[in-house]
Nanobody, 114 residues
Framework: QVQLVESGGGLVQPGGSLRLSCAAS????????MSWYRQAPGKQRALVAI???????NYVDSVKGRFTISRDNAKNTVYLQMNSLEPGDTAVYYC????????WGQGTQVTVSS
């Protein structure tokens, strides 16, 4: 049974940093396209960052230079390092694993506010 568990969210001031974790079980993260999505209140869930099995990464323009997606194969965990956070980054952040099937975590809340 595949399970993705996100953690690391919280309340942070503008300009601050957070690191989100997505711990996987029942699957191997390096075999999947792993992504982070976010959903702000009243908006649709949107892709933020992606890492392929080969290690290639890509980001939505609004987070380029501020966010970094990475993968620790030994821990079977994917991370999202978020720096220079802005109020517009406030959302529930979800981890996704995609191959022939797609799996979602339960989400973790990130609130950027002074």
């Amino acid at each position: 049974q595949v399970q993705l568990v996100e953690s690391g969210g919280g309340l942070v001031q503008p300009g601050g940093s957070l690191r989100l974790s997505c711990a996987a079980s029942g699957m191997i993260v390096s075999d999947y396209v792993m992504s982070w999505y976010r959903q702000a209140p009243g908006k649709q869930r949107a892709l933020v960052a992606i890492i392929t099995p080969g290690g290639s990464t890509n980001y939505v323009d609004s987070v380029k230079g501020r966010f970094t997606i990475s993968r620790d194969n030994a821990k079977n965990t994917v991370y999202l390092q978020m720096n220079s956070l802005e109020p517009g980054d406030t959302a529930v952040y979800y981890c996704n694993a995609a191959s022939t099937r797609s799996y979602w975590g339960q989400g973790t809340q990130v609130t950027v506010s002074s």
